[in-house]
């Protein structure tokens, strides 16, 4: 059973900074892509966010310069700083990635975390 517990959401004024984690557990073989995504009320679901196993990165233009994605891999955890945060960007986020199971290492699925609420407001 694989497993994305996310943390770190929570309630902050406009231009302050919090920091989104997100571990991956369970028995896992290999993983490929992480990424964050964010979910407004009444909105779609938008990418915000994603690091390639190789180690790229590619982000939402309007994140862009304000959020920083990272990656441990030894902790198969991806991290999401947050600065200079809008009340725009107030949304649930929700990790994901492709992960390949100990049991089927030959293909990546794609995983979802449960979602942090993160509230920009004054």
């Known amino acids: 059973q694989v497993q994305l517990v996310e943390s770190g959401g929570g309630l902050v004024q406009p231009g302050g900074s919090l920091r989104l984690s997100c571990a991956a557990s369970?028995?896992?073989?290999?993983?490929?892509?992480m990424g964050w995504y964010r979910q407004a009320p009444g909105n779609q679901r938008e990418s915000v966010a994603g690091f390639t196993s190789g180690g790229m990165t590619n982000y939402a233009d309007s994140v862009k310069g304000r959020f920083t994605i990272s990656r441990d891999n030894a902790k198969n955890t991806v991290y999401l700083q947050m600065n200079s945060l809008k009340p725009e960007d107030t949304a649930v986020y929700y990790c994901?990635?492709?992960?390949?199971?100990?049991?089927?290492?030959?293909?990546?699925?794609?995983?979802w975390g449960q979602g942090t609420q993160v509230t920009v407001s004054s």
């Open positions: 369970g028995s896992i073989f290999s993983i490929g892509f």
């Open positions: 994901y990635a492709n992960i390949a199971g100990l049991h089927t290492p030959e293909v990546k699925y794609p995983y």
